[in-house]
C-alpha cells in the first residue's frame, strides 16, 4: 500500500521557537495532503489542506499565521508550527489521499517546554 | 455542520465478536470510513462505505444505512492486538476527514 513518512517523529523545543514537521509521500504523488491534530485521549481534528502549487487551506479556529504550510512538491508537505507555546504541544499527523482512502504518516509529537 | 456519534468505550472478550456503532448527521454525504488507531501511533484505514448495506474485508465489517444516519463497525474473532481505538469519519472529495471522537475497545482474555 501507499507510504506517507513524517520527520521528525518526536520534537522538543522551547517556548517561542518554531518547528518545521515534514511529510512524504513515498511511492506516490499526493497534489492534496491534509494535516490533523490530536491531542491526547482525544479525536483528530482537521487543521487545514495543504494543495500543491496553491495556498493551503485552514480550518475554521486554526490560525495561519501561526501554522504555516508549505506544498512545494507533489511529495512533501510542511508544517511549521511558529512561535510555538506549551499549548501547542500535541500529536500532528499528515495524510494523502488515494480514491476513497487516506493514508497517515506517522505523527509527529510535539513537545513545547 | 457534521456530527458523528460513538461510545467512548466498549469491552468484549477475546475470540468473541463486538459490534462498534456510529451515528451521524452530516449536510452533505460522500461516503463513511472507519479507522483503527492504536496507542500512539497513526489511524489505519479499516473499511469505507458509500453505499447502504454490508462491507466485509477479513475478520472486519462495516454496515451503512445512510436513511437513519447509522453505521457499525463489526469486529468477529476478536485478538488481544485488536485492542486499539476506532473512529468513524465523515469526508470525501477533496476534502480532509471529520473524525468521530472514537471508541476504545478493550478485549479482555
Partial sequence: GAVVSQHPSWVICKSGTSVKIECRSLDFQATTMFWYRQFPKQSLMLMATSNEGSKATYEQGVEKDKFLINHASLTLSTLTVTSAHPEDSSFYICSAKIGNEQYFGPGTRLTVT | GQSL??????????????QINCTYQTSGFYGLSWYQQH??????????????????????????????????LLLKELQ?????????????????????????LIIQP
Fill in chain 2, 5 to 18: 456519534e460513538q461510545p467512548s468505550e466498549v469491552t468484549a472478550v477475546e475470540g468473541a465478536i463486538v
Fill in chain 2, 80 to 104: 488481544m492486538k485488536d485492542s486499539a481505538s476506532y473512529f468513524c469519519a465523515w469526508g470525501g472529495g477533496a476534502d480532509g476527514l471529520t473524525f468521530g471522537k472514537g471508541t476504545h
Fill in chain 2, 39 to 72: 496507542d500512539g501511533g497513526a489511524p489505519t484505514f479499516l473499511s469505507y462505505n458509500a453505499l447502504d448495506g454490508l462491507e466485509e474485508t477479513g475478520r472486519f465489517s462495516s454496515f451503512l444505512s445512510r436513511s437513519k444516519g447509522y453505521s457499525y
